[in-house]
């Protein structure tokens, strides 16, 4: 159980900040960039369920607890410690469910036969602007990976959930009448 009973503590005001193990790095340490990304995902789902409803605002909700857990899963390294071994992790049945709504979703859409601008609805929009900063996240957590102990499965959710809110930003546009399509070269002349 979470208790935040303050929220300010000024333990932060000379530039450090502490991981769930409770040691202190600096706040543009690769692990917090790599959280605090996720973060801001998790921000931008918020926006983007502004304008979502029924099944994707559900699915949506799901994602964003997930990126809660994500955040848990980065903020303690997986080195093998009692704290670590305790920790909240990613999963494969999160990746799993990604994948099948996903699928889900992907079976009601027509295929690409170009590539997609970002746009159309609201929530489209907002959900493209999602995708972009998960796959910033991926690219600090594989960086992340590369010298600390990350959670297996992180690297998987991260990968998927940026499939995900491109598939949920097409789902979203079929009340509009689909994708906004990008026509190559269009305005050359």
Same mark, same amino acid.
């Given at each position: 159980? /979470?208790?935040?009973?303050? $929220?300010?503590? %000024?333990? +932060? ?10 040691? %202190?790095? !600096?706040?543009?340490?690769?692990? #917090?960039? =790599?959280? +605090? ?8 789902? +918020? ?15 799901? &994602? ?6 994500? *955040? !848990?899963?980065?903020?303690i390294p997986d080195? *093998?410690?009692? $704290? ?5 992790? $990613?999963?494969?049945?999160? /990746?799993? %469910?990604?994948?099948?709504? #996903? ?9 690409? @036969?170009?590539?997609?601008?970002? +746009?159309?609805? !609201? ?17 600090? $957590? /594989?960086?992340? =990976?590369?010298?600390? !102990? /990350?959670?297996?499965?992180? &690297? @998987? ?25 990008? #026509?190559? *070269?269009?305005?050359?002349?």
């Open positions: 159980m /979470v208790v935040l009973n303050r $929220i300010y503590t %000024r333990t +932060g005001d000379n530039g450090d900040t502490a991981l769930g193990t409770g040691k %202190r790095v !600096a706040k543009f340490d690769p692990r #917090i960039e =790599a959280y +605090g990304t996720v973060d801001e995902t998790n921000a931008c789902v +918020g926006v983007a369920r502004l304008h979502a409803q029924g099944e994707l605002d559900a699915m949506l909700a799901r &994602v964003q607890n997930d990126l809660f857990d994500l *955040g !848990a899963d980065l903020c080195d *093998g410690s009692e $704290i670590a071994a305790k920790a909240l992790r $990613i999963t494969q049945a999160q /990746v799993d %469910r990604l994948e099948r709504e #996903i699928d889900a979703m992907n079976e009601k859409l027509l295929p690409l @036969r170009s590539f997609v601008l970002p +746009g159309g609805s !609201a929530a489209a929009a907002h959900l493209h602007v999602a995708r972009t900063v998960c796959r910033r996240a991926e690219r600090l $957590i /594989v960086k992340l =990976a590369e010298h600390e !102990a /990350v959670g297996s499965a992180a &690297v @998987r959710y991260a990968n998927r959930l940026s499939d995900f809110f491109f598939v949920a930003s097409r789902f979203a546009n079929l009340e509009r009448g689909g994708d906004v399509l990008w #026509i190559p *070269g269009a305005n050359r002349s």
